[in-house]
């Protein structure tokens, strides 16, 4: 069973940055692409950020420029690293795996972590 658990959230002035980790509880090059997604209350859940398994990554409109994807093979983490937040990226932030198998994709999820951009 494909486990996924988020750090880094918390509350955070405009203007600053946080780092999210999503530690995979298997080898990440095993997943066809993670990435994070995040749900603000009465919306829906939004794609932030992606990266595929050969490094190719996909932001939403909303991040970039401010938001790196990465990921660490080694320590099977993927990160987002945030900067220059707005207090409308205040949200749940939640990561995201998928890979696929003869019956097509299957997708894995955090829990979520929960990001405050707020002075």
């Known amino acids: 069973q494909v486990q996924l658990v988020e750090s880094g959230g918390g509350l955070v002035q405009p203007g600053g940055s946080l780092r999210l980790s999503c530690a995979a509880s298997?080898?990440?090059?095993?997943?066809?692409?993670m990435g994070w997604y995040r749900q603000a209350p009465g919306k829906q859940r939004e794609l932030v950020a992606a990266i595929t398994s050969s490094g190719t990554t996909t932001f939403a409109d909303s991040g970039k420029g401010r938001f790196t994807i990465s990921r660490d093979n080694a320590k099977n983490t993927v990160y987002l690293q945030m900067n220059r937040l707005k207090p409308e990226d205040t949200a749940d932030y939640y990561c995201?795996?998928?890979?696929?198998?003869?019956?097509?994709?299957?997708?894995?999820w955090g829990q979520g972590t929960q990001v405050t951009v707020s002075s």
């Open positions: 995201h795996a998928r890979t696929y198998r003869g019956s097509g994709p299957l997708d894995y």
């Open positions: 298997g080898n990440i090059l095993s997943f066809n692409a």
